[in-house]
């Protein structure tokens, strides 16, 4: 019974002996001391190319997006404010509708400024409020600075 084992165990490992002998690669017979393992010049220059083929323009995308969404950060806080001095203006208009609400380059926090133009006719009147970003740091709001510009008509209470 013994014997029976060893026989098998015998054939099994000639199978996998016999396995283990099969011819080595053609590449491998030319150079036998030649070890092709990682990548050659070539494919990383490529590689590297075909990188920065894809990155450059992904790059200007998110900077461009940067700059988009700033700006229009600045008009929605203008619009909000701008919303906010004209509301102003007609509460103020029903208490006293003769008095005079223009106002020049009056700052609304954070670097935004914003003016108010009041245009007074006998029954009825042109409100119309500017605001914008103060970019150049001066507290006058030049006409390149405006954001958004409202105008409301409001008659006599």
Known sequence: MASRREEQLRREVGRVESQDRRPPPSHARLHPQRH????????????????????????????????????????????????????????????????????????????????VADEQERDLRTVTVSVGWDRNGDGVLAAGEVEVNLTARLARP
């Open 36 to 115: 092709c393992f990682g990548v050659t010049l070539t494919e990383v220059v490529v590689a590297s190319a075909l990188l920065l083929v894809c990155v450059v323009p992904l790059l200007k995308a998110l900077t461009l997006a940067r700059i988009q969404d700033r700006a229009i950060e600045h008009r929605s806080w203008s619009l909000m404010l701008a919303q906010r001095e004209l509301e102003w203006v007609r509460a103020r208009c029903l208490r006293d509708y003769d008095a005079c609400y223009r106002a020049g380059s009056q700052a609304l926090g954070e670097g935004y400024l914003g003016t």
